[in-house]
């Protein structure tokens, strides 16, 4: 691409930021020569048109669009009604392929949060308790593609000589055969899942860590005095206090497991029984060139995600009517 070329798509980004200024400043202008009592209803519509605008181009229309692509064939051309979504829960990789979304959507969110909070627990008030939060948060540092490789040479497999992977290195120092660990089915789904988990322990372990800190003291030392064991403590005191950022975590962690699609390219490329969702949308949309059950998987990781955010959003209305 020459300067030319670059000069010319600067400025023509230049003008459309100028043009969009002005047409908000024009909106703005209008509004203020609107009535006092409409002024503020009209200068709150012309600050929200230009999001709302982009919401509907970036997510509702496409939204609908993929939901119109999922009822045509692989080509986009001839209308098949369900036959994709017929497929979808009849063919025995794509059932391969929910089961094992639904496995993640279940195990990961459940441990990460899980050994989260036991991890933030421990080292609550723990001399070096920075240090602990420090190392449990490094892996959040790197990127999913990252942590695959890492774990990839972890997991790696030689039919002979000696071995480079950690975990058949040391099946070897116990006299053990070596193990082609991505290519044994359902275990190489769980030791995929291993990797996200973690990654996310150290989100876990920060957010629940700083949620236990605002737990009153009092109340815990209320429950010591009536003769509560520490595990009836955490049980009946410390996990109801936190009980909104366990939730938080928890649902973070399911929303970033389902978009997962980088470990499974980088590790196992979806092969050996290990796809998932996300990944196998993108492999028949785009290595497949069918549109039709790229767009299939699409919405049926939008309807998993949609129960989970309405939830959330009433947990937070909850949230809000008892801070009042």
Known sequence: ??????????????????????????????????????????????????????????????AVRTLVMSTFSADGTAFVGIDNYKWAFTNPDALQTIANTAAWIVIVPLLSTGIGLVYAVLIDGRRGERTYKALVFLPMGISFVGASIIWKFVYQYKASGEQIGLANQVRTWFGLDPV???????????????????????????????????????????????????????????????????????VTVFIATLKLFDIVRAMTGGHHGTDVLAHNMWDQAFRLGNDGRGATMAVLLFALVVPVVIYQVRNMRRQELEGR
């Open 180 to 250: 082609n660990w991505l290519n044994v089915s359902v275990l190489n789904n769980l030791l995929l899942m291993v990797v996200l988990i973690w990654i996310e322990v150290g989100f876990a372990t920060v957010v629940l860590s700083a949620a236990l800190k605002g737990v009153p003291t009092e109340i815990i030392e209320a429950a010591r005095i009536d003769g509560a064991s520490p595990t009836q403590i955490f049980w009946s005191v410390t996990v109801p206090s936190i009980r909104s950022a366990i939730i938080v975590v928890a």
């Open 1 to 62: 691409m020459n300067i030319s070329a670059l000069t010319d798509r600067f400025g023509l980004l230049a003008v459309g930021l100028v043009a969009f200024v002005a047409i908000l400043l024009a909106l703005y202008g209008l509004a203020e020569l609107a009535s006092r009592r409409d002024r503020s209803r009209a200068v709150a519509t012309v600050f929200l048109a230009p999001a709302v605008l982009f919401l509907a181009v970036g997510l509702v229309y496409p």
